[in-house]
């Protein structure tokens, strides 16, 4: 049972546009999310964070929206660059403070010139 | 600054097999984890360490066994390893309520 599911395994954005990247979750318990980035050959780096007590959070390019009602959240980079071209992942807990994240499958995001 | 160092970054062994995959944090965290990633899937947690002298499991925990060895260093072993277990293999550490800085991977071949 796929708890937390990124439905577009691939996107493709032209620099200098917006780049949206959605996720859905199941479990209504989930109360904490995040966003990696994942180049090739390296490890997840953290991106951003959202509390459930908020819809949005903003972090320079990068803006994440939480809609609880639907269980679904999105990532908005703008405006889009070469270097944001990698494979991005969600991950959900049921607490800021809970050791166990859920992780979707991935998207990779590739940016054109 | 090193962060969450893995050894090796590649292994390829034969069914049957031992292996032990080692990681070690520089950031004084006291949580550490062990996933592992497949193609088309995100990444799963297999045990986790809430802090030095405890372990838990995660979502697949079968044919593994871990250790925190000390605050620094938490271990994974596959006492025989069988091809399912082919996989990309990521070490992760962090504080309580801070993101998971992770290690870049161990990518382990079973034939």
């Known amino acids: 049972d796929q708890q937390v599911k990124q439905n577009s395994p691939s996107l493709s954005v032209q620099e200098g546009r917006i780049s949206i990247l959605n996720c859905d979750y199941t479990n209504s318990m989930f109360d904490y999310f995040l966003w990696y980035k994942k180049y090739p050959a390296e490890g997840p780096t953290f991106l951003i964070s959202i509390s459930s007590i908020k819809d949005k959070n903003e972090d320079g390019r990068f803006t994440v929206f939480l809609n609880k009602s639907a269980k679904h959240l999105s990532l908005h980079i703008v405006p889009s660059q070469p270097g944001d071209s990698a494979v991005y992942f969600c991950?959900?807990?049921?607490?800021?403070?809970?050791?166990?994240?859920?992780f979707g499958q991935g998207t990779r995001l590739t940016i054109n010139p | 600054n090193a962060g969450v160092t893995q050894t090796p970054k590649f292994q390829v062994l034969k069914t049957g097999q031992s292996m032990t995959l080692q990681c070690a944090q520089d950031?004084?965290?006291?949580?550490m984890y062990w996933y592992r990633q497949d193609p088309g899937m995100g990444l799963r947690l297999i045990y986790y360490s809430a802090s030095e002298g405890t372990t838990d499991k995660g979502e697949v925990p079968n044919g593994y066994n871990v250790s925190r060895l000390n605050k620094r260093e938490f271990s994974l072993r596959l006492e025989s390893a069988a091809p399912s277990q082919t996989s990309v293999y990521f070490c992760a550490s962090s504080e309580p309520g801070q993101p998971q800085h992770f290690g870049d991977g161990t990518r382990l071949s079973i034939l």
């Open positions: 950031m004084n965290h006291n949580s």
């Open positions: 991950a959900a807990s049921v607490a800021r403070g809970a050791q166990k994240l859920v």
